[in-house]
């Protein structure tokens, strides 16, 4: 009652549980779909009684999405109890912990459904390389060019052949010493 005659929104009230999903392209949205139904479901099977869903078509190295900056303000106004999530690079490519901590201290957790625990650290530091690289050379060459898709190849083979152990040698370097 004292908040109420204040105009002060009471902290105690019931906090939502959110599931947001994200895509990184248009052409992705059946993917968007599906990641949503999995979303549900598994709310479903976990007895969370979902309150809301956000989804955003955007990179994950974009953090000024719409509905991520949505779930951001909702969770620092204190809205938000958890945050459910298939993977960690759905809601951003790098900073995850950060953003866990800063939701924990406005009181809401991120629940990732599938921990990538399987990937060895070579593994994922090449996929967040490549992201980069994806990310910089449409920026720089457009989505659609020639030179941006050769550019994300050439740099998928080498960290593909360096997370393997089998890195090419520059062309320079292959030269025979006779």
Same mark, same amino acid.
Not at 132 to 138: E, G, S, Y
């Given at each position: 009652?004292?908040?109420?005659?204040?105009?002060?929104?009471?902290?105690?009230?019931?906090?939502?549980?959110?599931?947001?999903?994200?895509?990184?392209?248009?052409?992705?949205?059946?993917?968007?779909?599906?990641?949503?139904?999995?979303?549900? @479901?598994?709310?479903?099977?976990?007895? #969370? =009684?979902? /309150?809301? !869903?956000?989804?955003?078509?955007?990179? &994950?190295?974009?953090?000024?999405?719409?509905?991520?900056?949505?779930?951001?303000?909702?969770?620092?106004?204190?809205?938000?109890?958890?945050?459910?999530?298939?993977?960690?690079?759905?809601?951003?490519?790098?900073?995850?912990?950060?953003?866990?901590?800063?939701?924990?201290?406005?009181?809401?957790?991120?629940?990732?459904?599938?921990?990538?625990? @399987?990937?060895?650290?070579?593994?994922? #530091? =090449?996929? /967040?390389? !490549?992201?980069?690289?994806?990310?910089? &050379?449409?920026?720089?060459?457009?989505?659609?060019?020639?030179?941006?898709?050769?550019?994300?190849?050439?740099?998928?083979?080498?960290?593909?052949?360096?997370?393997?152990?089998?890195?090419?040698?520059?062309?320079?370097?292959?030269?025979?010493?006779?």
């Amino acid at each position: 009652m004292l908040y109420r005659a204040l105009g002060i929104k009471n902290r105690q009230e019931p906090k939502k549980i959110v599931l947001y999903a994200r895509v990184s392209s248009a052409g992705q949205k059946p993917d968007l779909e599906d990641q949503l139904k999995y979303l549900k @479901d598994f709310a479903a099977g976990k007895g #969370l =009684t979902v /309150d809301e !869903i956000l989804a955003d078509v955007g990179s &994950a190295l974009n953090y000024r999405r719409k509905n991520f900056l949505k779930l951001c303000g909702m969770v620092t106004r204190g809205e938000v109890k958890t945050v459910v999530v298939a993977h960690k690079d759905r809601l951003v490519r790098f900073g995850f912990d950060f953003f866990e901590d800063l939701f924990a201290k406005f009181g809401c957790e991120i629940l990732v459904v599938n921990k990538a625990e @399987d990937m060895s650290p070579a593994q994922e #530091l =090449t996929e /967040d390389l !490549i992201s980069i690289v994806q990310r910089f &050379a449409a920026k720089l060459y457009g989505q659609r060019t020639y030179k941006a898709r050769k550019l994300i190849k050439t740099v998928k083979e080498v960290l593909s052949g360096a997370a393997d152990g089998k890195a090419k040698r520059p062309v320079a370097e292959q030269k025979e010493v006779v």
